[in-house]
């Protein structure tokens, strides 16, 4: 059996599986629905080519060159995709631009999708003979151009969209949004595959090996988008300074000298976090954390950026794991582990473990055993 066949039968056939899947759980989290038509959109273009390998000629042609335009569908998947995931928004009416860029390539191919028998047999023979119609280079040269334009645009995104997270959120964690950045490099190595196969004749560097990392991808983002954590979306904080872009820059203190309100703020905020303990409120913000203290947001981020060196978000999450630690530590708390860290305010137990080794060096579960076989070493940092 030509590897190939096997390798774009596999995808399709995992494809099929994962979007039925994530379509049955299109209600779990935002962007769900749109990646489960996405990925069946992928199996069906590696289930036509499968077929294609398995048989060439005339007969599927037609179909097999329609699908050889579906990368314009793939890359503003993914731009709509991280659009919905990191600001909640659902599609719009605007978003009909995407599916018209799409329309316009199928007209470029019009007269070629809708020959008679005759003409697509002398298509093929053409195709087979490697004549490719002269108006490829041109399609081919705009298919790169959507695609780097939508790829762009949608880590820009996410990059952005990161920032502010970890800027703003106490469940920021720098890993919150890496799965979404693990998809769009797959989708960066898929068309830097179909770049060079475009401008090289490396023989190895076909088109077969390009939706060979298709199928690949289908693998990775079913995985990934079964096992995501949950993007944060707290009162709509995130969501509104997202859609506005990075924060504004705070207003620069007179030279040398801090805002004369700094010692007060940090006074109040350690007030708000050791009485008031509002770090145990699940997805705190830091818009909310000011609204708390009286004080402007630029003013609370700065004195927690300078008085503690660490941003919102691991300053929360030093509270929720002092919390944390303190409860492993009583033998007489028969909570379960994730009780202790869901009460500390943890909304997420990849959030909660990742936070928890980054800052103790070893596992909630290993931290108890240690407590419960030398109390004192509750007062101890593990070393290394």
């Not at 590696?46 to 007969?59: F, I, M």
Request: contains cysteine; positive net charge.
């Amino acid at each position: 059996m030509n590897a190939w066949l096997l390798v774009y039968a596999l995808g399709a056939g995992q494809g099929a599986l994962l979007a039925l899947a994530l379509w049955q759980r299109r209600h779990e989290a935002a962007g769900q629905g749109l990646l489960a038509a996405w990925i069946a959109l992928a199996s069906l273009d590696l289930a036509v080519r499968a077929l294609y390998l398995a048989d060439p000629g005339p007969g599927l042609l037609r179909p097999y060159r329609l699908v050889g335009l579906f990368p314009f569908l793939h890359a503003s998947a993914f731009y709509l995709y991280c659009r919905t995931v990191v600001r909640g928004d659902r599609l719009r009416r605007a978003d009909l631009l995407h599916l018209a860029v799409f329309a316009l390539a199928v007209l470029a191919w019009g007269d070629l999708l809708l020959l008679d028998e005759a003409g697509l047999a002398d298509l093929y023979r053409a195709l087979a003979a490697g004549r490719i119609p002269a108006r490829a280079p041109w399609l081919d040269l705009a298919m790169m151009a959507w695609g780097l334009a939508c790829l762009l645009l949608a880590l820009r995104l996410v990059w952005r969209y990161r920032r502010r997270l970890l800027a703003s959120a106490s469940d920021g964690d720098p890993g919150a949004l890496r799965w979404l950045i693990a998809m769009g490099l797959s989708q960066a190595l898929i068309w830097a595959i179909a770049f060079g196969q475009w401008l090289t004749t490396l023989p190895w560097l076909s088109y077969r090996l390009i939706y060979a990392a298709v199928a690949a991808w289908v693998f990775l983002v079913g995985y990934l988008a079964l096992v995501r954590p949950q993007v944060p979306h707290a009162a709509g904080d995130i969501d509104e300074a997202a859609a506005a872009g990075p924060p504004a820059p705070e207003p620069p203190p007179a030279a040398g000298h801090e805002d004369p309100r700094a010692d007060a703020v940090a006074a109040r905020i350690d007030a708000l976090m050791t009485q008031g303990r509002v770090h145990r409120e699940p997805a705190l913000t830091i818009a909310q954390l000011a609204r708390r203290s009286g004080y402007p947001e630029y003013l609370v981020s700065a004195v927690i950026n300078r008085r503690h060196g660490v941003p919102f978000w691991e300053f929360v999450n030093r509270h929720r794991i002092a919390d944390v630690c303190a409860a492993l530590a009583d033998p007489r708390d028969a909570r379960t582990v994730l009780e202790i860290a869901f009460a500390a305010g943890f909304t997420a137990k990849s959030t909660f473990n990742a936070a928890f080794k980054r800052l103790q060096g070893e596992t909630p579960a290993a931290y108890r055993r240690r407590c419960a076989a030398d109390p004192a070493a509750a007062t101890r940092r593990p070393a290394g």
